[in-house]
């Protein structure tokens, strides 16, 4: 099992540039999450998905999107990038309970935007 | 809304005990989570409580007090490979909402 992916592992964008950020999980997750964490931060979440068709906002979710393709693929899309989004982004899914609660992450994807 | 308090930064020797504490405020509580984080990497799970008490799981412990909004990770034989971040997070809404974690240095 891969667990979750991201790609790219890295980007640069110039300021305006659109981009689309990939993950995908192979746990037969439901609920999937896209985090950004800057230096020397906690993870916000930007938007969420507690199942296939459906989106949330998270706590920052201006200038991003989200599509959930499919159960394993959530995707998050900057229209516009900004130098404010740079930040490293990670995806990530879980399936809790009341008893047990685990969020297993991909491995992040640095973004610089210039 | 919900918020999370933990410590920014804390030290340590080798060998010793150290105790990261974090409160919170949030609506529909399921339960208290911590994650760790090495420098440049992903967060990975290290305990969930969902009830009252002290759970166990080899050198790391974790206590919730629901009715005080309070939790703490408990790391005993501190050992080099320790140092790094510890996030607390609540589960609310179907949303896992981290504080901005505690920076652990082990010293020798």
Known sequence: NAGVTQTPKFQVLKTGQSMTLQCAQDMNHNSMYWYRQDPGMGLRLIYYSASEGTTDKGEVPNGYNVSRLNKREFSLRLESAAPSQTSVYFCASSEWRERTDTQYFGPGTRLTVL | ?108
């Open chain 2, 1 to 108: 809304g919900q918020s999370l308090e933990q410590p920014s930064e804390v030290t340590a020797v080798e060998g010793a005990i150290v105790q990261i504490n974090c409160t919170y405020q949030t609506s529909g509580f399921y339960g208290l989570s911590w994650y760790q984080q090495h420098d440049g990497g992903a967060p990975t799970f290290l305990s969930y409580n969902a009830l009252d008490g002290l759970e166990e799981t080899g050198r790391f412990s974790s206590f919730l007090s629901r009715s005080d909004s309070y939790g703490y990770l408990l790391l005993q034989e501190l050992q080099m490979k320790d140092s790094a971040s510890y996030f607390c997070a609540v589960r609310s809404r179907g949303k896992l909402i981290f504080g901005q974690g505690t920076e652990l240095s082990v010293k020798p």
